[in-house]
């Protein structure tokens, strides 16, 4: 059976993504590999808030709910920045 240019695109049209059967969690890593990037990032956080006034006792769990709140902000800019892509 000879092949067309037709049946060609169709072959090729049919391998292509599109927005109705691209998958972005096919690409996205795991949710505890999120979390553990999560918690990475608010640990780092906290230490740096920690660092800023010298290491003073006392302020551990303020420092770590202030670097929460912060990554979780940045994380949700960051999704919103990516749905508007798509």
């Known amino acids: 059976m000879k ?3 037709a049946s060609k695109y169709t072959l090729l049209e049919n391998k292509i993504p599109t927005l109705r059967n691209f ?7 795991s949710a505890r590999k999120l979390e553990e990037d999560r918690h990475s990032m608010i640990a780092k956080a906290a ?4 660092a800023r006034r010298d290491f003073q006792p006392g302020r551990e ?4 709910l202030a670097a ?3 990554v ?3 994380l949700a800019e960051a999704r919103m920045r ?3 892509t798509i």
């Not at 230490?47 to 920690?50: G, P, S």
């Not at 769990?61 to 770590?64: C, G, I, S, V």
């Open 3 to 5: 092949e067309t240019a």
């Open 23 to 29: 998958d972005p969690l096919r690409f996205s890593p």
């Open 47 to 50: 230490y740096f808030r920690a």
């Open 61 to 64: 769990l303020e420092d770590w």
């Open 68 to 70: 929460e709140a912060e």
């Open 72 to 74: 979780d902000r940045q």
């Open 82 to 84: 990516v749905d508007f």
